[in-house]
């Protein structure tokens, strides 16, 4: 029973930022109808830059966080006007290789200023677990799971309380008939893909002090972020939040009491499996096509 | 204007090509294939700096066979594909007799049908997995050793420690299974219970679940086997998951340095497998080029962290190097002849080969010094290895 409620503890916690890291990415797919694969990229940034405000800067632990996530979100929207913005109308295989190009780039780019050695940041929580019986979680992954948590339900604020939110739903919707109705659909694509990116960049600073940091943890993150899309569904910011928490309740409990070796078969098992009855993903909403 | 200046820049290019070949005649090329990006870049980088080293001190020497050798490093991108491709690069491109890699057992092991087909003796510096020796492979020369050899020089230890009941938790690829197999075969021998076996994508980098399982197992000690990223991790984790095991890192790619900066306070308490020790450089059976290895190291300003690792890419080299005089001239048939008359007194130990594998197209292996040392209070300190 302890090492049960020790393994969902666990899962709750790692839930909380795989679907920080969905939400950023099916944004971005469902208005933009981009295949962003610079996601990762922007995670491993958010947790470098993290490491230069604290570690190499010696600013305040969340004054980092703020500025790390503010600067993913700059470097976002950079990518959609220099990169995206020439690209609409393009088929989506032009963007897609366009987006790999940019993934590649971005990566060598942060192996070339930061090197191949991994860097550690340190985290201002006591390093003493908090222990509750037989079961214990470290403060900073309690923090990283809270901060998660309002980050989360602050996008969901955006999209459906705000002006900025109802163009993007409208934009989600139909393209055209949005842009028909005033929608300034370049503005709406930039916020969008900074919104998204910001969000990936708030989920590296996040976890950074939880890990350590290194080129390639983008990899493993990008592909967490989506299989949490395809699985909740293309486009739904609940299908990503639920399955964000799904995939990791899978993967934990799944490499818990059957084999750690198939920890990451267990999550894509399951997405096959939902597929196979839900070929939309748990979550996708109707939109309207032409 | 604009073709003027495209054709000068194609007639340079040109006349840069033509000279190359020149140039090469003047040089004995050594390939070298590393993974200098991706999930390994550290540990390949740390092996390419320290077979810089290496040529630099051969070259000042007056290099081989009266010519300067010049090392072609191609990167694998920590991508067996990818390293496939550097060697085919290396042999058919740069023509070089003789080959240092590849890091990781993986990325070894797929290369070595290459170096097979082209007949091109391959010297591999780092990876531990039994099968690269034991595959028949006649071009293969190993100096670091194999996890077997780790394991049995691990074996004293087993009593001292007071082991009773161990745990694994290692990376899914052949050096972490290939360590998990050795070692719990030497345990079980020794009467140590097994408790559970766990593994981890080597790219992974939450072992909440893995960890919550070996805490359950109730295990005295743990062996870790995976490169010193996932080594971190796991030491921080194991903190917060209250795992009060003694932890043992198997492997030698774990540089205890970059866990004290890295894993603070977790890093305390913990054991881990070297194959040089650079904190206590008179221990070594070699010193001398070990400090000179050292000097070198802390001169161009390289990390201290990868002192444990640069020193696989160091001895390779002269390996190749010394293998080549013997051999008298740079062809790869005269190298693989030669390799099994080398001896190198290197940072590794007295460096020689002995035959492993099947009768007839045995590879070559080196019985290098294993040493275990212990992380406390923020502090390398020798535990009587």
């Known amino acids: ?290 | 204007m604009h073709t003027s200046s495209v054709k000068i820049a194609f007639a340079v290019l040109g006349a840069s090509l033509l000279a190359g070949p020149a140039f090469a005649q003047e040089t004995i090329k050594i390939g070298v294939t590393q993974p200098l990006t991706g999930a390994f870049a550290a540990s390949g980088n740390y092996v390419a700096q320290g077979a810089r080293i290496a040529e630099d001190e051969i070259n000042a020497a007056g290099g081989v066979l009266g010519k300067k050798i010049q090392l072609v490093i191609e990167d694998s991108k920590s991508n067996p594909t990818e390293a496939v491709g550097t060697v085919e690069k290396l042999i058919v491109r740069d023509k070089v007799p003789a080959i240092m890699g590849a890091w990781s057992s993986t990325l070894t092991l797929a290369i070595m049908p290459k170096i097979q087909e082209y007949k091109v003796p391959l010297v591999v510096e780092t990876s531990s997995s039994g099968k690269i020796t034991t595959s028949g492979n006649s071009y293969v020369f190993r100096i670091s050793p194999t996890s077997e050899m780790e394991a049995v020089a691990f074996k004293p230890l087993v009593a001292k420690l007071g082991i009773k009941k161990a745990d694994f938790l290692n990376t899914n690829n052949d050096f972490g299974i290939g360590s998990a197999a050795e070692y719990s075969k030497m345990l079980k021998a020794n009467g140590v219970a097994i408790g559970v076996m766990e593994t981890m994508d080597p790219k992974a980098t939450d072992f909440s679940a893995q960890l919550t399982r070996i805490k359950a197992s109730g295990g005295d000690t743990l062996f870790v086997t995976t490169a010193v990223e996932q080594v971190t991790l796991i030491l921080k984790q194991a903190k917060e998951l209250q795992l009060n095991t003694r932890i043992i890192t198997t492997g030698g790619s774990n540089s205890p340095d970059q866990l004290v900066t890295q894993a603070g306070d977790a890093a305390n308490g913990s054991f881990h497998t070297v194959f040089f020790p650079p904190w206590f450089p008179d221990v070594v059976t070699n010193p001398e080029p070990a400090k000179r290895y050292m000097t070198e190291w802390a001169k161009r300003g390289h990390e201290p962290g990868g002192l444990t690792e640069g020193f696989r890419g160091y001895d390779g080299i002269f390996t190749i190097a010394e293998a080549i005089k013997i051999a008298g001239k740079a062809e790869p048939a005269a190298i693989t002849e030669a390799l099994w008359k080398t001896k190198v007194k290197g940072v590794y130990g007295n460096i020689e080969f002995i035959k492993q594998g099947p009768a007839g197209s045995e590879s070559g292996q080196n019985i290098p010094s294993v040493y275990l040392v212990k992380i406390d209070g923020g502090k390398v300190v020798k535990s009587g290895l």
Request: glycine residues 12%; charged residues 10%.
């Open chain 1, 1 to 290: 029973m302890d090492q049960f409620l020790q393994h969902a503890l666990n899962a709750m916690i790692l839930g909380g930022t795989y679907a920080l890291l969905g939400i950023g990415l099916t944004l971005i797919f469902g208005i933009m109808r981009v295949v962003n694969f610079t996601h990762g990229e922007l995670y491993a940034f958010g947790a470098y830059m993290m490491y230069m405000w604290v570690m190499l800067i010696g600013a305040n632990f969340m004054v980092s966080i703020v500025l790390a996530i503010a600067l993913g979100v700059a470097l976002g929207a950079v990518i959609e006007i220099v990169l995206l913005r020439r690209l609409r109308g393009a088929d989506i295989d032009t963007t897609m290789l366009v987006m790999i190009g940019a993934w590649i780039a971005m990566q060598n780019i942060e192996q070339l200023a930061w090197s191949g050695v991994a860097k550690s940041i340190n985290s201002p929580f006591p390093s003493a677990p908090l222990v509750m019986g037989a079961i214990s979680v470290s403060w900073t992954r309690l923090f990283v799971f809270a901060v998660a948590v309002v980050l989360i339900a602050a996008t969901n604020v955006l999209i459906q309380r705000t002006r900025l939110g109802k163009a993007m739903r409208a934009t989600f919707q139909d393209r055209e008939a949005a842009a028909l109705m005033g929608v300034r659909i370049d503005t709406v694509h930039t916020a969008t893909f900074a919104l998204g990116s910001g969000l990936a960049a708030a989920a590296g600073a996040l976890l950074g002090p939880v890990f350590v940091v290194y080129p390639t943890i983008g990899d493993l993150a990008s592909l967490k972020a989506f299989a949490i899309v395809i699985l909740g569904g293309l486009g739904s910011i609940p299908g990503a939040t639920i399955g964000g928490f799904i995939l990791a309740f899978m993967e934990e409990l799944g490499a818990g009491y059957i084999s750690s070796g198939y920890r990451d078969a267990m999550g894509f098992l399951l997405i096959i499996l939902i597929l196979l009855f839900k070929p939309t993903g748990l979550f996708a909403r109707k939109e309207r096509i032409g």
